[in-house]
């Protein structure tokens, strides 16, 4: 799958967001070693500690259906600025793939892409509990 199919379907799984509250709709689609791809939108909740990030409804989505090497995922916003993954998407990737690509959106189109090592440097991994 091209970048430019991963992005269109993170844009098309923003539209799905329940973002009643805070009204920042994000989208994310993450791609597999395997070539499947998963979608995810965030979900609000009234009482806020329960919203789920559409970057870890994807990879909850994917690891669910037994999926679990992720090279890269593409988050769809529509701020002014790129839309990156907050500190705990951020651990949930690393979890899976320290490795995995980073495509970040704003409204306007514009993109970046960024490593998780970039994003969350000197990470805390499964690694360090064997």
Same mark, same amino acid.
């Given at each position: 799958m091209t970048d430019q199919e991963l992005i269109e379907v993170a844009k098309a799984y923003r539209e799905r967001a329940y973002a009643a509250y805070?009204?920042?709709?994000?989208?994310?689609?993450?791609?597999?070693?395997?070539?499947?791809?998963?979608?995810g939108c965030n979900i609000e909740n009234a009482s806020?500690?329960?919203t789920i990030c559409a970057e870890r409804t994807a990879v909850?989505?994917?690891?669910?259906?037994?999926?679990?090497?992720?090279? =890269?995922?593409?988050?769809?916003? =529509?701020? =002014?600025?790129?839309?990156?993954?907050?500190?705990?998407?951020?651990q949930v990737l690393r979890e899976f793939a320290p490795n995995i690509e980073i495509i970040c959106l704003n409204g306007a189109g514009e993109e970046?892409?960024?490593t998780l090592e970039e994003l969350l440097p000197h990470s805390f991994g499964p690694e360090y509990l064997q």
């Open positions: 805070s009204h920042f709709k994000v989208g994310a689609a993450v791609l597999t070693k395997d070539g499947k791809v998963f979608g806020f500690g329960p909850a989505k994917a690891v669910s259906e037994g999926h679990r090497d992720f090279v =890269r995922i593409v988050i769809a916003g =529509r701020s =002014r600025e790129l839309c990156v993954p907050c500190g705990v998407c951020r970046r892409t960024f």
